[in-house]
């Protein structure tokens, strides 16, 4: 069946090379890696809703020089179906998340002592490597030794990201756990600059690099503060960036060839929490669950390009 494309998958080789990035230094592991590729990120943008009660206080993350343990899974699922205008309903329960990928990760947290042109400011630079990977259905562990890492600021904001593959991984395993990686990225958890207290909420605007373009806002909730132990509640929406897309796919029914595909609807269903310590560069333990549904449609026409996509996360810490 055909498919619209809103995105190609991010890819290292879309990425561009790194080498010439400040920051982007790696650490050579047992298996070695290809020259880093990296992506300079935009500055998600961070709106208070709530401040909440209670006592207040500028929630930060203190975690140079920290070391973490975890272990990250991302399961995703894409669906697209041609229905009537009106029956779109059904995608929802169509798509399902699965092609479930497990990363042990290692990471650690230094300061960020130059800054890099073109990027905005840093404090801290963190890195991590990926053990033996697994995913279901798939042999991805010629990936053992996957390196990524960011430059980013005390609020959580990623700034660029930088990828290193080793150089034995195959196709399969290298594009798996790339694609895992950026699933977690794509949500960062980044606190406001301002003082909050107990039920403050905040909404993180960015941007989604995968299997569609979309701008996402992440909503937090502060559910818990103990120390530097918080636990947030996540509610995310997602919607195209394009508002339209030319449509000229040759086995696609006649009434839409070669018309323009306007975004008709956009509906996300979203739950989660995670736990957040602010002395980790990670999640300690958490889940997410998202899933988005965009019908598309042509003037004239009844007939609706329906997408539905879901992922989920999850986080647990060994240490």
Not at 93 to 102: C, L, M, N, R, Y
Request: with cysteine.
């Amino acid at each position: 069946m055909f498919r619209v494309r809103v995105l190609s998958v991010l890819s290292a080789a879309a990425l561009g090379v790194c080498g010439a990035l400040a920051g982007c230094s790696y650490s050579q592991p047992a298996k070695p890696v290809e020259e880093p590729v990296g992506l300079p990120l935009d500055a998600p943008r961070v709106t208070v809703l709530d401040p909440g009660d209670g006592e207040h206080r500028v929630l930060a993350f203190h975690d140079i020089d920290s070391e973490q343990e975890l272990t990250y899974s991302v399961a995703t699922g894409f669906d697209q179906q041609l229905a009537k205008d009106g029956s779109e309903k059904s995608a929802e329960s169509a798509v399902e998340a699965q092609d479930k990928v497990t990363l042990p990760l290692e990471a650690s947290v230094e300061a960020a002592t130059q800054d890099v042109e073109g990027q905005l400011p840093a404090s801290r630079n963190a890195f991590a490597t990926v053990g033996t990977p697994e995913a279901e259905g798939a042999d991805v562990s010629s990936a053992e030794g996957f390196q990524f890492g960011w430059r980013g600021t005390d609020t959580g904001q990623m700034n660029s990201l930088r990828l290193a593959a080793p150089q034995a991984a195959t196709d399969e395993a290298r594009s798996s756990v790339e694609r895992a990686i950026t699933s977690l990225t794509a949500l960062p958890v980044v606190f406001p600059e301002e003082e909050i207290g107990p039920g403050a909420r905040w909404s993180v605007e960015s941007r989604v690099t995968g299997e569609s373009t979309l701008l996402q806002t992440t909503t937090y909730t502060l559910d818990s503060l103990d120390g530097d132990s918080a636990t947030l509640n996540v509610s995310v929406e997602q919607r195209p960036s394009l508002g339209a897309l030319p449509f000229d796919a040759a086995d696609a029914p006649e009434e839409l060839r070669g018309k323009e595909l306007k975004v008709v609807d956009t509906t996300t269903k979203s739950e989660g929490s995670v736990t957040v310590d602010l002395s980790k560069p990670l999640p300690t333990a958490g889940e997410v669950s998202v899933t988005t549904v965009i019908s598309y449609g042509a003037e004239g026409s009844d007939l609706r390009v329906v997408q539905a996509s879901a992922t989920d996360m999850e986080f647990a810490s060994r240490e």
